[in-house]
T-cell receptor, first 113, second 115 residues
Framework: AQSVTQLDSHVSVSEGTPVLLRCNYS??????LFWYVQHPNKGLQLLLK??????LVKGINGFEAEFKKSETSFHLTKPSAHMSDAAEYFC???????????FGAGTRLFVKA | KAGVTQTPRYLIKTRGQQVTLSCSPI?????VSWYQQTPGQGLQFLFE???????NKGNFPGRFSGRQFSNSRSEMNVSTLELGDSALYLC??????????????FGSGTRLTVV
């Protein structure tokens, strides 16, 4: 069985400060892990993915995430937040096949000027 | 290449009516998955189509159905609409090699409001 838990429903940061969005997962198999971003009234855009290669994954817009098997975590970070980063972020675990793709509940990121 | 296209973007329907939503995946992608997104339930898997066959189905009532055509375009249909069907319906496409293992490309969604 697979599950994913996003530890914060809301995160608020000031522009220019670091971003940390936390995600823990559970999987009986070797999972693929993803972070997606969703801006209001838009679909989800893939930020980055881990598929059993390098454990530190770099994505678009300066985001990166580190796969830590011992901690079953896949936290998303960015060194310096920008106003345009304000959105909802989803951590996702997948084995492939739609029904085996599990979405976290989402973390809404607020960026203050 | 063109992205995933969902039509229409917005719909308002009355309880009891039925609705059909359309999704055109990325050219060459044969896997199309549908998700329902609501504030209370988050993203929930509806079904997945691959090469015109439904491969997997989520826990939704039989009022929700879908199909896929030979050109990989997919439609989903909801009959006898209920207020609780108001949601953003998202379509996601992936290549036939991974079916989501390497990530999906999502459309912008169809916002359905049932009144």
């Amino acid at each position: 069985a697979q599950s994913v838990t996003q530890l914060d429903s809301h995160v608020s940061v000031s522009e220019g400060t670091p971003v940390l969005l936390r995600c823990n997962y559970s999987s009986s198999y070797s999972p693929s892990l993803f972070w997606y971003v969703q801006h209001p009234n838009k679909g989800l855009q893939l930020l980055l993915k881990y598929t059993s290669a390098a454990t530190l994954v770099k994505g678009i817009n300066g985001f990166e995430a580190e796969f830590k098997k011992s901690e079953t975590s896949f936290h998303l970070t960015k060194p310096s937040a920008h106003m345009s980063d304000a959105a909802e972020y989803f951590c996702v675990v997948s084995r492939g096949g739609g029904f085996k793709t599990i979405f976290g509940a989402g973390t809404r990121l607020f960026v203050k000027a | 290449k063109a992205g995933v296209t969902q039509t229409p973007r917005y719909l308002i329907k009355t309880r009891g009516q039925q609705v059909t939503l359309s999704c055109s995946p990325i050219s060459g992608h044969r896997s199309v998955s549908w998700y329902q997104q609501t504030p209370g339930q988050g993203l929930q898997f509806l079904f997945e189509y691959f090469s015109e066959t439904q491969r997997n189905k989520g826990n939704f009532p039989g009022r929700f159905s879908g199909r896929q055509f030979s050109n990989s375009r997919s439609e989903m249909n909801v009959s006898t609409l209920e207020l609780g069907d108001s949601a953003l319906y998202l379509c996601a496409s992936s290549s036939d090699l991974d079916r989501g293992r390497y990530g999906y490309t999502f459309g912008s969604g169809t916002r359905l409001t049932v009144v």
